[in-house]
């Protein structure tokens, strides 16, 4: 059956962040404020053109109906949806849903996070102190409980199936280090080798420290609206090309009961988001693969076809995913090295690539002169990138994919 | 409502009204390891699910199965974030497909369990260093209190199903 596709009829119009930081010393109200505010300016909106808001959280941040009035912003929609990674690209969905029913013209989508200060990603401090019950019982009374522990099953399997090492998944670390020193926002700015990651200390095998994320306080926020609209804009349009949003397999819950636990949501995914870009992997000049860890970028990438199942390894730790490579994967540096986001950021960065106006240290950047020079503290600019994509990941059973281009 | 058990600095918590866990639990207590089986089809599931995932009716029964299985992943954890771990570390969290029910209904489905590997004792974390994929498990359960157990999995003599596979380090 074929898709139904709205194909290049909705943009990207504006993107905006704070620092990223590990003590922003202010509330998550505060900083989404001032993501959107960037947001809005980076589009050349005023705040009464954009009528939706939508955000998403884990019972840590502050609602949409707080944020948008102390920009002025009246609201004709707006909704905050639970979730994590993966929600990015589900709720430009749901953004662009909204605005082609007629409920509302220009959304702004957030997501601010106290993710170091407040509120950890592990379950330690608040959330470590409530009583273990219900589906948390199949897991947590073994000292199961942060995202890794959950992940690495599924990690470990995968390099029982099909050779899998340590080291090729460490390059995805490597890579994003080179692109996050040409990154000024970057938390860690410094390049790392693939000895640095296997050399740094466990923390639940397959995973060692440096295969692992940074958390990080920060907002995010990205503008949708039709593509009508975005043409009489400031900023060159982004094109949504296809969209899928929070696709999973057969179990979400209890991810590792189901299949083959090595298989993740974009075997599911890509067939629904390329068949609605009508284009395949060849055809996408750029990737932004969720990097909670090395290794979901790997299993991403592998899962919607970038190289054959199995042969993800080979794939990430062959150079192509680095600047300068044929097909770089988050040349922000992602969340394992600019800052942890649950996923906008990995859009915002895409976004600026195919405007040529990526935020890296070239004098003329924001005029898309760039010298392509990617060693240490210059350019990140991919060279005239047409189509990006970037593939979100909740958990191994839940994930989001979003195909733009220029 | 009974009292939570208190396990290495955690609450346990299964109320009266725990539809899913509560006979789960006190037949652990009992030293059985029960799952649901749908009355329609006869599959087993796990954890306790209130329609079964194969034909979706809402009838069941808990059957007994053996314990005895397959690790088929693991990981170990050297970095506990749960305080009541930090003294266990490093140790090794197990996948375990049970022998009933492999690959039915399709070749790449089973009933898998988690449970740490622990000596024959039910309490005694195993060394992590015995922890490999391929490797053969039985069930054996660590009490907590007089209304409940944790199903715990440790090691047996029988010889290992398929490749014999650990992290290499």
Same mark, same amino acid.
């Given at each position: 059956?074929?898709?139904?596709?709205?194909?290049?009829?909705?943009?990207?119009?504006?993107?905006?962040?704070?620092?990223?930081?590990?003590?922003?010393?202010?509330?998550?109200?505060?900083?989404? *404020?001032?993501?959107?505010?960037?947001?809005?300016?980076?589009?050349?909106?005023?705040?009464?053109?954009?009528?939706?808001?939508?955000?998403? !959280?884990?019972?840590?941040?502050?609602?949409?109906?707080?944020?948008?009035?102390?920009?002025?912003?009246?609201?004709?929609?707006?909704?905050?949806?639970?979730?994590?990674?993966?929600?990015?690209?589900?709720?430009?969905?749901?953004?662009?849903?909204?605005?082609?029913?007629?409920?509302?013209?220009?959304?702004?989508?957030?997501?601010?996070?106290?993710?170091?200060?407040?509120?950890?990603?592990?379950?330690?401090?608040?959330?470590?102190?409530?009583?273990?019950?219900?589906?948390?019982?199949? !897991?947590?009374?073994?000292?199961?409980?942060?995202?890794?522990?959950?992940?690495?099953?599924?990690?470990?399997?995968?390099?029982?199936?099909?050779?899998?090492?340590?080291?090729?998944?460490?390059?995805?670390?490597?890579?994003?280090?080179?692109?996050?020193?040409?990154?000024?926002?970057?938390? !860690?700015?410094?390049?790392?080798?693939?000895?640095?990651? *296997?050399?740094?200390?466990?923390?639940?095998?397959?995973?060692?420290?440096?295969?692992?994320?940074?958390?990080?306080?920060?907002?995010? @926020?990205?503008?949708?609206?039709?593509?009508?609209?975005?043409?009489?804009?400031?900023?060159?349009?982004?094109?949504?090309?296809?969209?899928?949003?929070?696709?999973?397999?057969?179990?979400?819950?209890?991810?590792?009961?189901?299949?083959?636990?090595?298989?993740?949501?974009?075997?599911?995914?890509?067939?629904?988001?390329?068949? !609605?870009?009508?284009?395949?992997?060849?055809? *996408?000049?750029?990737?932004?693969?969720?990097?909670?860890?090395?290794?979901?970028?790997?299993?991403?990438?592998?899962?919607?076809?970038? @190289?054959?199942?199995?042969?993800?390894?080979?794939?990430?730790?062959?150079?192509?995913?680095?600047?300068?490579?044929?097909?770089?994967?988050?040349?922000?540096?992602?969340?394992?090295?600019? #800052?942890?986001?649950? #996923?906008?950021?990995?859009?915002?960065?895409?976004?600026?690539?195919?405007?040529?106006?990526?935020?890296?240290?070239?004098?003329?950047?924001?005029?898309?002169?760039?010298?392509?020079?990617?060693?240490?503290?210059?350019?990140?600019?991919?060279?005239?990138?047409?189509?990006?994509?970037?593939?979100?990941?909740?958990?191994?059973?839940?994930?989001?994919?979003?195909?733009?281009?220029? | 409502?009974?009292?939570?058990?208190?396990?290495?600095?955690?609450?346990?918590?299964?109320?009266?009204?725990?539809?899913?866990?509560?006979?789960?639990?006190?037949?652990?207590?009992?030293?059985?390891?029960?799952?649901?089986?749908?009355?329609?089809?006869?599959?087993?599931?796990?954890?306790?699910?209130?329609?079964?995932?194969?034909?979706?009716?809402?009838?069941?029964?808990?059957?007994?199965?053996?314990?005895?299985?397959?690790?088929?992943?693991?990981?170990?954890?050297?970095?506990?974030?749960?305080?009541?771990?930090?003294?266990?570390?490093?140790?090794?969290?197990?996948?375990?497909?049970?022998?009933?029910?492999?690959?039915?209904?399709?070749?790449?489905?089973?009933?898998?369990?988690?449970?740490?590997?622990?000596?024959?004792?039910?309490?005694?974390?195993?060394?992590?260093?015995?922890?490999?994929?391929?490797?053969?498990?039985?069930?054996?359960?660590?009490?907590?209190?007089?209304?409940?157990?944790?199903?715990?999995?440790?090691?047996?003599?029988?010889?290992?199903?398929?490749?014999?596979?650990?992290?290499?380090?």
């Amino acid at each position: 059956m074929a898709m139904k596709t709205l194909k290049d009829k909705y943009c990207i119009v504006g993107v905006g962040e704070t620092e990223y930081s590990r003590g922003s010393g202010r509330t998550t109200r505060a900083m989404a *404020v001032e993501a959107m505010r960037k947001a809005i300016l980076d589009a050349g909106l005023r705040a009464s053109d954009v009528d939706g808001v939508l955000d998403y !959280q884990g019972g840590d941040s502050t609602f949409a109906n707080h944020v948008a009035p102390d920009l002025g912003i009246r609201l004709n929609f707006y909704m905050d949806v639970m979730g994590g990674g993966s929600s990015t690209e589900a709720l430009i969905g749901l953004a662009m849903g909204a605005i082609e029913t007629g409920m509302c013209n220009t959304v702004a989508i957030y997501r601010s996070m106290n993710g170091y200060s407040e509120f950890r990603i592990g379950g330690t401090g608040a959330r470590a102190a409530q009583p273990v019950r219900g589906m948390d019982l199949a !897991q947590v009374p073994f000292g199961m409980r942060s995202a890794g522990q959950t992940f690495a099953f599924t990690f470990m399997r995968h390099m029982y199936e099909y050779g899998t090492t340590s080291e090729q998944v460490a390059h995805v670390k490597v890579a994003h280090s080179k692109h996050a020193s040409n990154n000024p926002k970057a938390i !860690q700015k410094e390049r790392v080798t693939v000895q640095d990651v *296997v050399g740094s200390r466990w923390i639940v095998k397959p995973l060692h420290l440096l295969d692992c994320c940074l958390e990080t306080d920060n907002a995010t @926020c990205v503008i949708v609206t039709t593509a009508e609209r975005a043409r009489d804009l400031k900023a060159r349009p982004v094109y949504i090309m296809g969209v899928a949003g929070r696709v999973s397999k057969p179990r979400v819950d209890y991810h590792w009961v189901h299949g083959p636990i090595s298989r993740v949501a974009g075997y599911y995914a890509k067939d629904i988001v390329f068949g !609605q870009a009508g284009i395949g992997p060849e055809d *996408v000049d750029v990737t932004g693969s969720y990097d909670a860890f090395t290794f979901t970028t790997m299993l991403q990438l592998e899962e919607y076809g970038f @190289c054959k199942k199995g042969e993800g390894g080979a794939y990430v730790s062959s150079g192509i995913i680095e600047l300068g490579g044929k097909r770089p994967n988050n040349t922000s540096g992602g969340h394992l090295c600019e #800052g942890y986001t649950h #996923g906008m950021s990995m859009v915002i960065e895409n976004v600026r690539q195919l405007r040529g106006t990526v935020d890296d240290t070239c004098p003329g950047a924001a005029e898309g002169k760039h010298s392509y020079d990617y060693s240490v503290g210059k350019c990140r600019q991919v060279r005239d990138p047409e189509i990006t994509m970037n593939l979100g990941w909740a958990m191994p059973a839940t994930g989001s994919a979003l195909i733009m281009r220029r | 409502m009974p009292q939570p058990v208190t396990y290495r600095g955690m609450s346990l918590i299964v109320p009266d009204n725990d539809s899913e866990w509560k006979e789960y639990y006190a037949n652990a207590r009992q030293h059985r390891l029960t799952l649901r089986a749908c009355k329609a089809c006869g599959l087993m599931r796990y954890p306790a699910m209130h329609a079964c995932p194969w034909c979706m009716d809402l009838g069941w029964t808990w059957k007994e199965v053996s314990g005895r299985g397959t690790i088929y992943s693991y990981e170990t954890v050297v970095h506990a974030i749960q305080p009541g771990f930090k003294d266990a570390t490093p140790y090794a969290v197990v996948l375990v497909e049970l022998d009933e029910q492999r690959g039915k209904p399709t070749a790449d489905e089973a009933l898998r369990i988690i449970g740490n590997l622990v000596k024959p004792d039910a309490v005694t974390f195993e060394d992590a260093k015995e922890v490999a994929i391929g490797r053969r498990v039985r069930v054996v359960f660590q009490d907590l209190g007089e209304s409940m157990a944790l199903p715990q999995f440790t090691l047996t003599d029988e010889p290992p199903q398929g490749r014999v596979w650990q992290l290499p380090e």
